[in-house]
């Protein structure tokens, strides 16, 4: 009798690897059918491996987004007008506009082909949205945090506690609207969005402020204590790196500097930058407690988003191999264990406990 595949969370770095793969992807083609095939493999791949957490389930909000921002540059695209030539499909009555905003077009002929170039810039604009949603729905943004390298621990507290806005409103929706079904309340429309948006900002509020309290009672925010000594190491080996770094990418791009400035000193930028992150990171202390590993099934998520990212940018238009690199992108939605359950964490902690007990 074979066993059934173990249940696990992967972490969340090769989720975020994965994802950037289809948004690299997304950015490089203003193809309609490959964008809506990435947003579908996202959707599907978060539908698949979602976790069963409050922070999981904010993607309907990305997707909501991306149709705004769709609408959006259609609109705007309309209404400043755009190339005249083509199949006019309306012919909206010009508004006139002084000389000094000469090459600026309100209203006017709408063609065809404007409003397609429109659609594509808009879906593009909308999947790389939905891609950067489905990496916060897939990875847990405080695994995510006890993650982060030593140096980049500040500024990555930062990036994730602004990356669980949209999760955490979505959270508070749902919270929200609990609350009416159970007081019975059935309006809709504007009579019911003013019963929804205020207690939201205020459980958003709520919960800023307890955030904020608790990573206070962590020590989050509190400067490390380092030396003299260490501070000078930091410092100077973080500005070589940059100067190395800036003079090679210059000598780089000119082809007329000499060629010791290029790669040379690019690898020193790079040594000494990651010398100086390293060094300063060993003055920040966090914890190591059951670390996230990362095993094969990491490994084959984030090379199935670097493939992507690869195949897809030089593939030019929907083809065989496109096609490769979008089925290569959904593998991590079957191919990759599914997450752990809260109900099996918990019946996991118990046994632990009981065995520790015993």
Same mark, same amino acid.
């Not at 690897?17 to 095939?37: E, K, N």
């Not at 990573?215 to 000078?232: H, T």
């Not at 096609?323 to 918990?346: N, Q």
């Given at each position: ?25 997304a950015?490089r083609?203003?193809d ?16 698949a491996?979602r ?5 999981a ?7 909501a987004?991306?149709?705004l921002?769709i ?10 007008g ?7 499909l ?6 006139p ?9 309100l ?11 429109s ?24 695994r ?10 500040e ?5 994730v506690?602004?990356?669980t806005?949209f ?28 019963s ?10 709520d ?25 000078s190491?930091? #410092? @100077?080996?973080? &500005?070589? =790196? !940059?100067?190395?770094?800036c003079?090679?990418?210059? $000598? /780089?791009?000119?082809?007329?500097? +000499? ?5 040379p000193?690019?690898?020193i ?6 010398f ?11 914890t190591?407690?059951?670390p ?26 929907? #083809? @065989?191999?496109? &096609?490769? =690199? !979008? ?7 079957? $191919? /990759?264990?599914?997450?752990?359950? +809260?109900y ?12 520790a007990?015993?």
């Amino acid at each position: 009798m074979s066993r059934p595949r173990e249940r696990r969370d992967l972490h969340p770095g090769a989720w975020w690897v994965w994802a950037l793969g289809l948004a690299v992807a997304a950015s490089r083609t203003l193809d309609v059918a490959i964008l809506l095939l990435i947003v579908g493999v996202a959707s599907f791949v978060v539908v698949a491996r979602r976790p069963v957490a409050p922070w999981a389930m904010s993607f309907r909000l990305y997707l909501a987004l991306g149709a705004l921002v769709i609408v959006t540059r259609v609109f705007f695209g309309v209404f400043l007008g755009g190339s005249s030539t083509g199949t006019v499909l309306i012919d909206l009555p010009e508004i006139p506009l002084p000389s000094w905003v000469e090459g600026i077009r309100l209203l006017g002929p709408v063609t065809l082909e404007s409003l397609q170039r429109s659609f594509a810039s808009g879906l593009q604009l909308a999947a790389l949205i939905i891609c950067v949603g489905a990496a916060n729905s897939l990875a847990n943004p405080r695994r995510l945090l006890r993650s982060m390298p030593g140096a980049l621990y500040e500024v990555g507290a930062a990036v994730v506690v602004a990356m669980t806005l949209f999760p955490q409103l979505a959270e508070s929706i749902g919270r929200v609207r609990r609350a009416r079904r159970l007081r019975g309340e059935q309006s809709r429309g504007v009579r019911a969005l003013r019963s929804v948006v205020v207690p939201v900002l205020e459980d958003a509020l709520d919960r800023s402020i307890r955030l904020a309290a608790s990573m206070d009672a962590r020590g989050y925010g509190r400067a490390a204590v380092a030396s003299r000594r260490s501070r000078s190491v930091t #410092g @100077a080996a973080l &500005l070589l =790196g !940059l100067l190395g770094l800036c003079i090679g990418v210059y $000598a /780089t791009a000119d082809l007329t500097a +000499p060629r010791v400035l290029a790669v040379p000193m690019l690898a020193i930028g790079v040594a000494l930058a990651g010398f100086g992150f390293w060094w300063s990171g060993r003055t920040v202390a966090h914890t190591r407690y059951r670390p996230d590993p990362w095993l094969a099934a990491e490994w084959f998520t984030a090379g199935c988003g670097a493939v992507t990212g690869v195949v897809l940018g030089g593939a030019g238009g929907l #083809g @065989a191999v496109a &096609l490769v =690199g !979008l089925a290569v992108a959904a593998l991590p939605g079957i $191919a /990759t264990p599914e997450p752990l359950s +809260p109900y099996a964490a918990l019946r996991e902690r118990a046994a632990v406990a009981e065995g520790a007990a015993a």
